[in-house]
């Protein structure tokens, strides 16, 4: 869920734009020349300039042609012309792959156990994304749906769309309270940078975790929740993608900086005690490849929409992201072992110049990250709110109080957010919550796809054929509620459990300890 949101943002833009257009001037939009619509056979729209899209479920007794309906038959909608090639898709989708999320990579080869499974599972996860986004490209081009809702709808009823509406915001909150999150963090290396050790392990009011993610979120962030556009910020995505390049570069330059001899010092592991215990880096590994809600809306905008050009898209969105990913995680955890942190930048000293770098460049990214990702969700929770609100006054006037509705809309959005970040000890549990609900775009509804299109099309895929595809639908939708209930559970374990993280002062005293010296790093305060 990171700066790809800014293309959907645009995408958005359109689509009210175009819908206005089109109820005020009760006739078709081409080209942005307004075409009049009667009722007379003269003046009907014809399929040059305007496409409907496909309503309803499929027909079984129907007989689709993959690659014809998708070459001439796919809707122009909301201003798309079909204009992106496969190396502008595979930009735009990787975009909304990379993000913050290979932050807590490094703890992921932790959590699943060693160095070996680690490798093991980003390749495995990034298998299994690859597969999930070769399913959405196909049903994408099969609904001739421009957003992942409208597939849900299509294939299985306003039931499945009111679902994934709901999976888009909760996905949508839980990344939000990760960047709050990340944002404390990242705010306690820099204060730390900024003043004495000591004076900043006796902890002043001021430096409080809580009251400083408080004070940056409310000055930087909130303002920027209230606006009703956000087409200023809709390329964050450039400077989150650079963030992350950077910090690869940093970690795996930080990794040669230090020498054979602080390698030795460093306890590794290398595969799990038990099996199972790879399966607890899935949730933090898929989260990072999340990019399955920008997918509908750039297959609708590709110039050739084919079989062939999803599968260079989907080829090369999932080799740019293992390229970012598995150096930052493999040499973090290389430099690290067992005492990597959820947030890898918090296991590095901050005093040096490369690092720092890297933190405030994640800062910058999360600070303008965070509206974009509001403003989608909000665009998946207003119709909901509004229809709430018709429930109790069939008078509600929508348009009338759309400013109030968008104030308190951001309101309730950024205050609940601020309430888990504060009460969330680390990014890693905020990433098990996100990942686990991911799983419903990568797995669940995928699956369920499969399902519904392979029994619906039996008599034409034929008795082998048709068994292979619901099989790994049921596969993908089992699997992925197992995983969601996994991640949860994870998360939940270490919100209950009184074991945390250990600050930066505790650090700062093991490191002072075993160094035996204090020129790098000065000894915490003693306890009150």
């Known amino acids: 869920m990171s700066g790809g949101d800014a293309d ?78 496969a190396l502008g898709g595979t930009f735009i989708v990787s975009n909304a792959a990379i993000g913050c999320g290979a932050l807590a990579f490094a703890h992921a080869f932790k959590e699943a156990g060693g160095l070996y499974v680690g490798v093991v599972m980003i390749f495995v996860c990034a298998c299994l994304c690859a597969l999930s986004l070769l399913i959405v ?47 404390g963090d990242q705010l306690e290396l820099i204060f730390r940078r900024s003043t004495d050790d000591e004076f900043f392990c006796s902890e002043p009011w001021y430096f409080n975790r809580k009251l400083t993610i408080i004070g940056a979120t409310l000055v930087f962030v909130y ?44 306890e590794l592991n290398y595969k799990p005690d038990n099996w199972y215990s790879a399966f607890n880096a899935f949730p933090t590994i898929l989260f990072g490849y999340q990019c399955m809600t920008n997918c509908p809306p750039v297959y609708a905008n590709l110039k050739q929409k084919t079989p062939s050009t999803w599968l260079k898209i989907t080829s090369g969105t999932i080799l740019i992201c293992t390229v970012v990913y598995l150096p930052t995680a493999l040499f973090g955890y290389l430099t690290h072992g067992t005492n990597i942190t959820s947030n890898i930048l918090k296991a590095y000293n901050p005093d040096e110049t490369l690092i720092f770098v890297g933190q405030i460049g994640v800062m910058a990214s999360v600070m303008m990250t965070y509206p974009v990702i509001f ?80 029994w619906s099309r039996r008599e034409e895929l034929g008795e082998v054929l048709t068994r292979a595809v619901v ?34 002062c505790d650090e700062l005293g093991k490191k002072t300890k075993e160094s035996g010296s204090v020129s790098d790093i000065s000894p915490s305060p003693p306890a009150a």
């Open 8 to 85: 959907q943002v645009e995408a958005d833009k359109l689509i009210s734009a175009d819908a206005d257009n089109h109820s005020k001037t009760n006739g078709v939009v081409k080209n942005g020349i307004n075409h009049n619509y009667k009722d007379s056979e003269s003046n009907k729209i014809t399929r040059d300039e305007y496409y409907q899209p496909q309503v309803g479920t499929i027909d079984s007794k129907k007989t689709y042609d993959y690659e014809s309906d998708i070459k001439t038959d796919i809707p122009t909608r909301a201003g798309i012309d079909g204009s992106t090639t």
């Open 137 to 183: 490209g196909y049903v994408c081009g099969l609904c001739r749906a421009s957003e992942f809702h409208e597939m849900g709808r299509e294939l299985l009823g306003w039931v499945a769309e009111l679902l994934l509406q709901l999976c888009l915001v909760m996905a949508n909150l839980a990344a939000c309270t990760m960047y709050f999150v990340i944002i």
């Open 471 to 504: 099989v790994l639908g049921i596969v993908l939708f089992a699997f992925g509620c197992a995983l969601f209930i996994q991640g949860n559970y994870l998360a939940l374990e270490t919100v209950l459990s009184s074991e945390s993280e250990p600050h930066i």
């Open 375 to 454: 403003y989608v969700a909000r665009n998946a929770f207003d119709p909901m709110y509004t229809s709430v609100r018709l429930l109790f006054n069939t008078r509600y006037d929508a348009m009338a109080w759309a400013t109030h509705r968008r104030i308190i809309e951001a309101t309730i959005w950024y205050a609940f957010t601020l309430l888990l970040a504060i009460f969330i000890p680390n990014i890693g549990v905020a990433m098990n919550f996100a990942g686990s609900v991911a799983v419903f775009f990568y797995f669940v509804f995928p699956g369920a796809f499969l399902v519904k299109i392979g």
């Open 223 to 266: 303002p920027l929740l209230l606006v009703r556009r956000v087409d200023f910020l809709k390329y964050p995505s450039l400077i989150s993608v650079g963030s992350m390049v950077y910090l690869m570069i940093a970690v795996v330059v930080k990794y040669f900086r230090d020498g054979d001899e602080a390698h030795q010092k460093v």
